[in-house]
């Protein structure tokens, strides 16, 4: 699936299923949310933090399939194309960073 599909496709889901977008103040708040229980499991899966019996049963995956959906509504709702952006976002890294990662020896 492209970028543009999925936009697509959570444009049709919202539309049929959700009935309509949340105002962009929600979605946001709720981007926040989703994105707090993607660094939730991080934090006990990667890093130092042990789970408590009641997350035992997350699943990483479909968290950041949260995050993505509602990134994608937010995009949706503003009129960003997340190809364009993710392309001139990927583009100006590869100018900027050209020598910074390379001659960075924290990343040896």
């Known amino acids: 699936m ?9 444009d049709g889901w919202i539309k049929t299923t ?6 962009e103040l929600t979605n946001t708040a709720m981007l926040m949310e989703e994105v707090g229980e993607v ?11 042990s789970f408590k019996q ?4 997350v699943n990483l995956a479909d968290e ?3 995050v993505l959906f509602v990134l994608i509504c937010l995009a949706n709702q503003t009129g960003i194309d997340l190809t364009q952006a993710l392309e ?3 583009e100006k ?6 020598e910074r990662h390379k001659s960075n020896t924290k990343l040896r």
């Open 64 to 66: 950041m399939a949260d």
């Open 39 to 49: 660094a939730r499991i991080m934090a006990r899966q990667y890093g130092e933090q």
């Open 88 to 90: 001139s976002n990927l």
């Open 54 to 57: 009641s997350d035992k049963e």
């Open 18 to 23: 959700g009935v309509r977008y949340f105002n």
């Open 93 to 98: 890294k590869s100018i900027r960073d050209l």
């Open 2 to 10: 492209t970028i543009k599909e999925a936009q697509d496709l959570v």
